[in-house]
């Protein structure tokens, strides 16, 4: 069974600029959560998606958004770029709940100059 | 705001010592979960505890949470270099659908 899988696993960006990244959660997976990884921050929860709707979000500014489509895949946009969004971008999936086993994918690496 | 803290941040022992690492919070859990992330790599589960006071062994890794489901610590022994990693711990609400991760142990296992 294929893991969680992000593309592009690295991307270099500019102040201003906007970024998308996609995820493809497992097989037969429709919960998808996005999470920012930085040193100083660590681990902080982006939003959740399920059957195409979100059904939280952390407290992130409105430039960072998500989206989930009918086959589970997920997206998230971040918009005029700043250079404290350089993080590492994990993504994970589970069957439906948040009693259900997460897997994270390898995440997207995010550089902004 | 949930918060959840780790301790210690950072852990550097010789091979075959004994650790522990605690997560504390002030809020109450439905569950936890403990992961292990090594460089490059989204973390990956280790463990998850659900009723307080329930302990859990995988190898030589002992979990515990907490009797008020507030805590939990993660018991490693006889550390091996390949214990090398940085260890979360996550809570999560019940019906949230929200995962609030620790600060993180970064361990370090001298050979």
């Known amino acids: 069974k294929a893991g969680v899988t992000q593309t592009p696993r690295y991307l270099i960006k500019t102040r201003g600029q906007q970024v998308t990244l996609s995820c493809s959660p497992i097989?037969?997976?429709?919960?998808v959560s996005w999470y920012q990884q930085t040193p100083g921050q660590g681990l902080q929860f982006l939003f959740e998606?399920?059957?195409?709707?979100?059904?939280n979000k952390g407290n992130f500014p409105g430039r960072f958004s998500g989206r989930q489509f009918s086959n589970s895949r997920s997206e998230m946009n971040v918009s005029t770029l700043e250079l404290g969004d350089s993080a590492l971008y994990l993504c994970?999936?589970?069957?439906?709940?948040?009693?259900?086993?997460?897997?994270f994918g390898p995440g997207t690496r995010l550089t902004v100059l | 705001t949930q918060l959840l803290e780790q301790s210690p941040q950072f852990l550097s022992i010789q091979e075959g010592e004994n650790l522990t690492v605690y997560c504390n919070s002030s809020s109450v859990f439905s569950s936890l979960q403990w992961y292990r992330q090594e460089p490059g790599e989204g973390p990956v589960l280790l463990v998850t505890v659900v009723t307080g006071g329930e302990v859990k062994k995988l190898k030589r890794l002992t979990f515990q949470f907490g009797d008020a489901r507030k805590d939990s610590s993660l018991h490693i022994t006889a550390a091996q270099p390949g214990d090398t990693g940085l260890y979360l711990c996550?809570?999560?609400?019940?019906?949230?659908?929200?995962?609030?991760f620790g600060t993180g142990t970064r361990l370090k296992v001298l050979a």
């Open positions: 097989s037969g997976h429709r919960s």
């Open positions: 994970a999936s589970s069957i439906a709940s948040e009693a259900d086993t997460q897997y």
């Open positions: 998606y399920f059957s195409e709707t979100q059904r």
């Open positions: 996550a809570g999560v609400t019940s019906g949230t659908y929200k995962y609030i």
